[in-house]
């Protein structure tokens, strides 16, 4: 990987990439990205853990809220989940759309990684309705929900920090094969005028990271959608967040072996790269895209009123390993404020309905 980035960055301009073409190349180039490489990622073995590989209840549940909107508010039964991972959580969806719908499901993946593309396969393998598709580009006039976790917060993002008064782009370059980072003055309009927009006035030295690919995902989902619910699940912070001192250094990290490293320059293509996404600027897109907001909950609280507490299994089990005991932990993991839901959210929107927000838990 390193070869590749020292050929791509002596071949730019003064020798430097901004950060989001060095995340492009280091998690998605179709060799060397980290995505695309045939490893681990999710899960004990892998570099991060998601809601979904907690427990099937959380694509369980999910499944049980969707399939209300299908019966009562007469959403389309079909799903298109932007980056399906392991599949578990298409499985945990379909099986449990099986037991209690009489409606026939679609539901496709939008998977870039072949890696993953083949682990949605063998997990999905026998569901009626199942497909996979490589963009979101593929999919048009689409009707029914379109679902994604922890998509946004891997996309990738410009960083700008305030110096000395001035905005200034920070920039990769390589010397002797390693990498460093560099502040130049921020030439780019576009972020620019992302940090206006929002109204992300910076102190000095602080930094922040500018999701200009958060937009463009956005649009992309619009034209796909023509009617319909988009459910985000990931963690972030508002605008007004973004301005607490404890922000001042940005939220870009690294992960590996489920530990956090701060220099995302340090493992090139070998390790996870995420941001916390800014859900204030995505809200704001989407309405310029059609999409309405309806509201933006914590997971935890869009679990419990979707009804997850009503899967909870109260009778005491003495063994620790039975079944009834791993399903009630992990939804204690999902919904107590020590778990991890605390940090995640939940943005529903529509396009072409007329949910109201009594209509959101139907």
């Given at each position: 990987?390193?070869?590749?980035?020292?050929?791509?960055?002596?071949?730019?301009?003064?020798?430097?990439?901004?950060?989001?073409?060095?995340?492009?190349?280091?998690?998605?180039?179709?060799?060397?990205?980290?995505?695309?490489?045939?490893?681990?990622?999710?899960?004990?073995?892998?570099?991060?853990?998601?809601?979904?590989?907690?427990?099937?209840?959380?694509?369980?549940?999910?499944?049980?809220?969707?399939?209300?909107?299908?019966?009562?508010?007469?959403?389309?039964?079909?799903?298109?989940?932007?980056?399906?991972?392991?599949?578990?959580?298409?499985?945990?969806?379909?099986?449990?759309?099986?037991?209690?719908?009489?409606?026939?499901?679609?539901?496709?993946?939008?998977e870039t990684s072949p890696y993953h593309r083949k682990l949605q396969s063998e997990a999905l393998d026998g569901f009626s309705g199942f497909s996979q598709e490589s963009g979101i580009q593929s999919i048009r006039h689409f009707k029914g929900i379109i679902f994604s976790n922890e998509l946004f917060d891997a996309?990738?993002?410009?960083?700008?920090?305030?110096?000395?008064?001035?905005?200034?782009?920070?920039?990769?370059?390589?010397?002797?094969?390693?990498?460093?980072?560099?502040?130049?003055?921020?030439?780019n309009e576009e972020v620019a005028s992302f940090l206006e927009e929002n109204g992300l006035f910076l102190n000095e030295g602080q930094r922040i990271e500018v999701p200009l690919a958060m937009g463009k995902m956005v649009r992309e989902i619009s034209r796909s959608l023509e009617e319909g619910i988009v459910a985000t699940v990931d963690y972030g912070y508002t605008a007004e967040e973004w301005m607490l001192p404890e922000r001042k250094q940005g939220s870009l990290r690294g992960y590996m072996?489920?530990?956090?490293?701060?220099?995302?320059?340090?493992?090139?293509?070998?390790?996870?790269?995420?941001?916390?996404?800014?859900?204030?600027?995505?809200?704001?897109?989407?309405?310029?895209?059609?999409?309405?907001?309806?509201?933006?909950?914590?997971?935890?609280?869009?679990?419990?009123?979707?009804?997850?507490?009503?899967?909870?299994?109260?009778?005491?089990?003495?063994?620790?390993f039975s079944e009834r005991s791993r399903r009630n932990r992990a939804i204690r993991s999902l919904v107590l404020p020590s778990g991890m839901s605390a940090s995640f959210h939940v943005l529903l929107q529509q396009k072409g309905l007329r949910l109201g927000a009594d209509k959101i838990f139907p």
């Open positions: 990987m390193l070869s590749h980035l020292e050929d791509i960055i002596g071949k730019s301009r003064n020798g430097l990439i901004s950060y989001a073409d060095y995340i492009e190349l280091a998690l998605y180039h179709p060799v060397h990205g980290y995505y695309m490489r045939e490893s681990e990622k999710i899960g004990r073995s892998g570099d991060f853990i998601t809601s979904s590989n907690v427990s099937d209840i959380f694509g369980r549940i999910f499944s049980k809220w969707f399939a209300r909107h299908v019966k009562i508010n007469g959403v389309a039964p079909a799903v298109c989940e932007i980056g399906g991972g392991n599949g578990r959580f298409a499985k945990a969806f379909m099986e449990e759309w099986a037991n209690h719908s009489g409606d026939s499901l679609t539901y496709t993946i939008i996309l990738p993002v410009h960083v700008v920090e305030k110096k000395s008064g001035i905005l200034m782009e920070a920039m990769v370059g390589i010397d002797n094969g390693r990498l460093f980072e560099k502040l130049v003055p921020l030439k072996n489920h530990q956090m490293v701060n220099d995302v320059l340090a493992y090139p293509g070998r390790m996870d790269i995420t941001t916390h996404i800014h859900f204030d600027a995505l809200a704001k897109e989407g309405e310029k895209q059609g999409l309405e907001a309806l509201t933006k909950l914590r997971q935890d609280e869009f679990l419990i009123s979707a009804g997850i507490l009503t899967e909870f299994e109260e009778h005491y089990d003495p063994n620790p």
